[in-house]
Structure formats: structure tokens, C-alpha cells
């Protein structure tokens, strides 16, 4: 039943759109695939090992804050701008890859470590509590010769 089915989709995709448009669609997916995990890799090779580890904010950071001229205020508006665009792009997208082919996980939490939103720090500890997420996130670093992350 399953293999009819199957073989129902195939030849209604087929018939419909042609089978140099499904070999052009599967390229541009694999395609894409590819370079998304190279660019994914990439961003985890490059965070500091202890990226995940939780942050405390001192009072001196804050006043350090405080007194940024006009243009440096413009700058980081700009970085936080492009860190939610990104953030959500990402979360995105990993949302997409739950069910699509991709590291669904992984893009989620490095959408998420994007996002200011209250919780945040919850949240992503939850998703790093997961041991196929530490696992894979060390390999990943490991592979490229980088001291594993290290956790809370």
C-alpha cells in the first residue's frame, strides 16, 4: 500500500511539473543542505568553549553601557538589529528542519542564542540538557580541532 502510494506521488509530481524541475528541486535542496551544514559548522567552530556557560551581568558592564557615544550606540542598535533578523531566520529554519533534513536542534539553539526574550537562558539550557545536542555540538568542534564546549 505504502509503495503505491509512493509510486501514486511520483508519477502525479512527475506528470505535473516534469522530471528536470524534481531533479533541479532535489539539487538545489541537497545543494543547499551542504552549505548550510559547512556554514553551521563553521559558526560552532568559532564560539568560545565556553559560550554556554552562564553569564552573570555586573553592574560595570551596565555603566560601561551608559557611556557610549552616539555613533557606537548606532553601531550595536545595528549588530542587535542583524542579531534578531539572523536569530529568527535561524530559528526559522531549524524549526523547518525538524521535519526536514537538517540539524533542527542545533539550528534552534543558535537561533535562540540570537534572540533576547525573557527565559532565554531556561530555555536554551533546556535544549543543552539533551545529550544528542552536547554530543553533536562537540563532535562537530572536536572534528575541526577544537577544545570541546564546556557546559554548566
Not at 535542496?29 to 563553521?42: D, G, K, M, Q, W
Amino acid at each position: 500500500m505504502l509503495k503505491e502510494y509512493y509510486s501514486n506521488i511520483a508519477t502525479y509530481l512527475t506528470d505535473t511539473f516534469g522530471a528536470n524541475f524534481i531533479f533541479l528541486i532535489v539539487a538545489l535542496t541537497t545543494t543547499a543542505s551542504i552549505a548550510y551544514f559547512v556554514v553551521i559548522t563553521y559558526f560552532i567552530t568559532q564560539m568560545d568553549k565556553q559560550y554556554f556557560v552562564r553569564r552573570k551581568t555586573s553592574e560595570e558592564g551596565l555603566i560601561n553601557h551608559l557611556h557610549l557615544t552616539s555613533i557606537s550606540r548606532s553601531v550595536a542598535c545595528a549588530v542587535k538589529i542583524a542579531k534578531i533578523i539572523l536569530g529568527i531566520g535561524l530559528l526559522v529554519c531549524g524549526i523547518l528542519m525538524l521535519v526536514l533534513p537538517g540539524q533542527g536542534l542545533i539550528t534552534i539553539l543558535i537561533g535562540l542564542s540570537l534572540l533576547p526574550f525573557p527565559g532565554k537562558d531556561k530555555m536554551e539550557q533546556r535544549i543543552l540538557s539533551r545529550h544528542s545536542v552536547r554530543a553533536t555540538l562537540n563532535w562537530i568542534r572536536i572534528k575541526a580541532k577544537k577544545e570541546p564546549f564546556i557546559f554548566d
